[in-house]
């Protein structure tokens, strides 16, 4: 079984940079998907950005440039980088795994095991 954890939301004021981590424990494999998304108070679950044993993927327009993902298979985790965050970046940040596809989607759906979430705050 394969449990994921996320760390390093934090509140910031707006301009700043955050990097989430996302530790994968147990019976891990580097070729999964893995995926960041993000939930605001009120509305839907959204991607933020994918990678797999090919690429990456940003989700949103948004977020090209400011938002990065990478991975330490040494270490079995994924992070995200946010840099020049703005208030609407505020949400809970779930980090997805799922399994290995040529291409990793930018879709919920596609993941089947998730974190607990980690709060995100940007103050303008």
């Known amino acids: 079984q394969v449990h994921l954890v996320e760390s390093g939301g934090d509140s910031v004021q707006a301009g700043g940079s955050l990097r989430l981590s996302c530790a994968a424990s147990?019976?891990?494999?580097?070729?999964?998907?893995m995926a960041w998304f993000r939930q605001a108070p009120g509305k839907r679950r959204e991607a933020v950005v994918t990678?797999?044993?090919?690429?990456?993927?940003t989700c949103r327009e948004s977020m090209k440039g400011r938002f990065t993902i990478s991975q330490d298979n040494a270490k079995n985790t994924v992070y995200l980088q946010m840099n020049s965050l703005k208030p609407e970046d505020t949400a809970m940040y779930y980090c997805?795994?799922?399994?290995?596809?040529?291409?990793?989607?930018?879709?919920?759906?596609?993941?089947?095991?998730w974190g607990q979430g980690t709060q995100v705050t940007v103050s303008s």
């Open positions: 997805a795994a799922g399994p290995p596809r040529p291409y990793c989607f930018c879709v919920a759906d596609s993941y089947d095991l």
């Open positions: 147990g019976n891990t494999d580097s070729s999964y998907c």
């Open positions: 990678i797999g044993s090919r690429d990456t993927t």
